[in-house]
């Protein structure tokens, strides 16, 4: 059949099974968006506030469904402010298709009124980008995109398409999805290899990245623990694939992970890596990092196999693949003492917070009780994030997202946004400090108009949290441009923007403020009101070895001295 341009963008959508696109509309974008309303009931857009709201809230519906996440954005200004949500998935490995439109071909290259050269600007932060020329590649382009955007390691993907291409005539044939296929790089020698060095530690640990959250490995994962007898740690991506309330769970590991985390792979003789990339926040001094262990690394991305820790056995491949084949040949192990010792470390090293007092940690430990750990959390960057990650209870894989490469400020609500669309059922809650929350507040008008009935919790203290933390530990209390203490009322701006709000400045007020919240079936802004100079422990300094982490007795202890 014979199809513009604009029709080809909506049927290519309609075969990759997507339902909701996120997105701002403009000049050269028009023809999709004209399209794009002709079936309105097949495809549901969320107009949000900002261009860069819009690709949060397709990070957000990816890394809550698992489906690729797709946003719309004009040329010029339009496609430019999705830069940073693109680059934000392109760090966490989300898969995404950036849907941009451009102008006129023969005005391409001059300057031209809007005209911005999106793809050369995203080529460092996308898997791959496009400028379509002619309308007969078009479809073929989309189909691409969408392929690459969730085969191996997943990321986004821009297609830009100028505008006479969206207007321009040519056949289109429907063509079924290819069915995704994760092929392995891995030989029978490297399972070998894997299963032989399993065989002689006596103090293993597995050390969880985001890609176990990608490959669906969460049960094989659970299952190898058990089988190895080992404790598990996780960092900020990996949460929620071992349960937070396992006995094997030891928390967080790296620059704000816990003691028992950080001394626990200083002391392993064996440090298991899964779909974990040993980020610098992970590490600290590369030279320290488990150098009492030989490191075993899976990983689907080869790139990553040595990038920063040199492994001693890889194995390049889909995780849960691997994994099964690793389960299906383990022997039961028995590591009693080693785990014993564990159990000891968690026993001496608790998180522990000031608890006369209203804090961000006991608010994410309130959220967590009245949820009963069901609720999707979402983040923005900073202390508030670290706190989530360490007190609420994670135990399924994409409840907790987060900005983890980048440190996005202002990528949470519209990721709850994204995330509250592709999962409806679910309780969808962002932790904001009101300093991200200041940068993309704005989508408050998008969860209004949608009625689309998220939580966004503010914790509210008045600082820039973790820059004046730093400046509190390292540089010497100068504070230089990180005290907020202004005229900004959160609860009236959230009113303003069409949303219910609730100011908490007590400890008792936390519950009743969430479970009303829960009841409202409209969008809610809790502002939780919190001591300017709360920390978060434990903390490693930047470049130091893990094992030098510390809390707020051994700062005191220091001080005392």
């Given at each position: 059949m014979q199809l513009t341009g604009a029709e080809i963008v909506i049927e290519c959508l309609k075969e990759q099974g997507v339902d909701t696109v996120f997105g701002y509309p403009g000049g050269t974008i028009l023809n999709v968006y004209d399209a794009l309303y002709k079936h309105s009931s097949e495809i549901k857009h969320i107009l949000t506030s900002h261009e860069q709201g819009a690709s949060h809230a397709a990070d957000g519906y990816a890394r809550?469904?698992?489906?690729?996440?797709?946003?719309?954005?004009?040329?010029?200004?339009?496609?430019?402010?999705?830069?940073?949500?693109?680059?934000?998935?392109?760090?966490?490995?989300?898969?995404?298709?950036?849907?941009?439109?451009?102008?006129?071909?023969?005005?391409?290259?001059?300057?031209?009124?809007?005209?911005?050269d999106i793809a050369g600007v995203t080529m460092p932060i996308t898997k791959h980008n496009y400028i379509v020329k002619d309308v007969s590649i078009l479809a073929d382009t989309?189909?691409?995109?969408?392929?690459?955007?969730?085969?191996?390691?997943?990321?986004?993907?821009?297609?830009?398409?100028?505008?006479?291409?969206?207007?321009?005539?040519?056949?289109?044939?429907?063509?079924?999805?290819?069915?995704?296929?994760?092929?392995?790089r891995y030989t029978d020698e490297d399972i070998e290899a894997a299963l032989k060095l399993l065989g002689k530690a006596k103090k293993p640990f597995i050390y969880l990245g985001g890609g176990a959250v990608i490959a669906g490995a969460a049960e094989e994962v659970a299952e190898f623990a058990d089988l190895?007898?080992?404790?598990?740690?996780?960092?900020?991506?990996?949460?929620?694939?071992?349960?937070?309330?396992?006995?094997?769970?030891?928390?967080?590991?790296?620059?704000?992970?816990?003691?028992?985390?950080?001394f626990g792979v200083s002391e392993c003789d064996l440090l298991i890596a899964l779909g974990a990339r040993f980020s610098d926040r992970v590490i600290g001094n590369p030279k320290t990092f488990a150098k009492n262990a030989k490191i075993l690394h899976i990983d689907i991305d080869a790139a990553e196999i040595g990038k920063n820790i040199k492994a001693d056995v890889s194995v390049v491949g889909d995780l849960k693949d691997i994994l099964m084949q690793l389960n299906s040949k383990l022997e039961k192990q028995n590591h009693n003492e080693w785990m014993e010792?564990?159990?000891?470390?968690?026993?001496?090293?608790?998180?522990?917070?000031?608890?006369?007092?209203?804090?961000?940690?006991?608010?994410?430990?309130?959220?967590?009780?009245?949820?009963?750990?069901?609720?999707?959390?979402?983040?923005?960057v900073g202390q508030h994030q670290m706190w989530a990650a360490q007190y609420y209870k994670y135990s399924k894989p994409r409840t907790f997202l987060s900005s983890g490469g980048l440190g996005t400020m202002g990528y949470g609500l519209g990721a709850c946004i994204g995330a509250k669309m592709g999962q409806p059922d679910k309780i969808c809650i962002n932790i904001a400090g009101d300093g991200c929350f200041r940068m993309n507040m704005n989508e408050l008008a998008?969860?209004?108009?949608?009625?689309?009935?998220?939580?966004?919790?503010?914790?509210?203290?008045?600082?820039?949290?973790?820059?004046r933390q730093w400046q509190t530990l390292f540089y010497d209390h100068r504070y230089s441009q990180t005290v907020l203490n202004d005229m900004v009322d959160f609860c009236k701006v959230a009113e303003g923007l069409g949303c219910m709000a609730i100011r908490v400045t007590t400890k008792d007020e936390v519950a009743p403020a969430i479970e009303k919240a829960l009841m409202a079936g409209r969008p809610v802004v809790i502002e939780c009101v919190i001591p300017e100079d709360d920390k978060v422990f434990p903390m490693v300094p930047a470049g130091a070895p893990i094992s030098d982490a510390f809390d707020g007795d051994d700062l005191a202890q220091r001080e005392a001295k």
């Open positions: 809550a469904t698992g489906k690729v996440g797709v946003c719309l954005a004009t040329s010029g200004p339009g496609a430019t402010n999705l830069v940073t949500g693109i680059a934000t998935a392109y760090m966490d490995s989300v898969p995404m298709v950036a849907i941009t439109a451009n102008v006129n071909l023969p005005l391409l290259g001059k300057d031209s009124f809007q005209e911005i989309i189909r691409k995109a969408f392929q690459i955007a969730k085969t191996g390691r997943p990321g986004p993907v821009l297609v830009d398409i100028t505008k006479d291409v969206t207007a321009n005539v040519c056949e289109y044939n429907p063509v079924e999805p290819e069915e995704i296929v994760q092929l392995g190895i007898d080992a404790p598990v740690c996780d960092t900020l991506m990996g949460k929620g694939v071992m349960n937070g309330r396992s006995e094997r769970y030891t928390g967080m590991i790296g620059m704000h992970g816990t003691k028992t985390s950080n010792h564990i159990k000891e470390l968690k026993a001496k090293y608790p998180l522990k917070y000031d608890n006369t007092v209203l804090s961000c940690p006991f608010v994410m430990e309130e959220i967590d009780r009245v949820t009963k750990g069901e609720a999707i959390i979402t983040t923005d998008t969860a209004s108009r949608y009625n689309i009935p998220i939580i966004q919790v503010v914790i509210n203290n008045h600082v820039l949290g973790m820059v």
